[in-house]
């Protein structure tokens, strides 16, 4: 999976950089940022199919960074939504089904090393919490229903600065939600259902 790929490159070369840091303190201080990017999110379960739901996040972020000499360690939190859905219709029955992500909340820290002035890369990981909206139509009625799910987050990126105080990031991130459970929405035998989260996202913050 080319994501995973991009992934696993971005994190071996957070831990090999210690050796050629340099200051950080470019990137000291606190900090607030745009967000928007690529989402995908894959449920799973012993008792259900894999089904995938992808579309556009955008969201925004703040945090504080503190230098010591060549590491930075920071603190963040985010609030975003996304466009992701997914609907399927039984023509023959006349049935229709939603699934889409809502606002989706996140804290938590990250580690990174300068490889140049202006150029750092980073590692990140937290909790993060998002909100499932479900809808089911059966011709004469439509449900509606909604879950918070709980989960972690890892993800590795590159900032760069472009001057004193604007700057721009990629990264990508992978979240887990494990604790959404089928009969808690449906009413049915109860069924876990695990929620496997890509996204690869771009941004654009103010240091202050």
Partial sequence: M??????????ATTAAVPAMAQDAGTFTGPRVEGLIGYDALQSGGDDVGDETVDGVSYGIAAGYDYSLGSVVLGIEGEFADSSAKNTSTDLLDGYSSRISTGRDLYVGGRVG???????LLYAKGGYTNTKIKTSFDDGDDRYRFGSNVDGFRLGAGVEQAFGPNLYGKVEYRYSNYSNLKLSEDLGGAETDIDLDR???MAGLGFRF
Avoid: K, N
């Fill in 2 to 11: 080319r994501i995973m790929t991009i992934a696993a490159a971005l994190l």
């Fill in 113 to 119: 090393f300068p490889v140049t002035p202006s150029t």
């Fill in 198 to 200: 890509h996204q690869v």
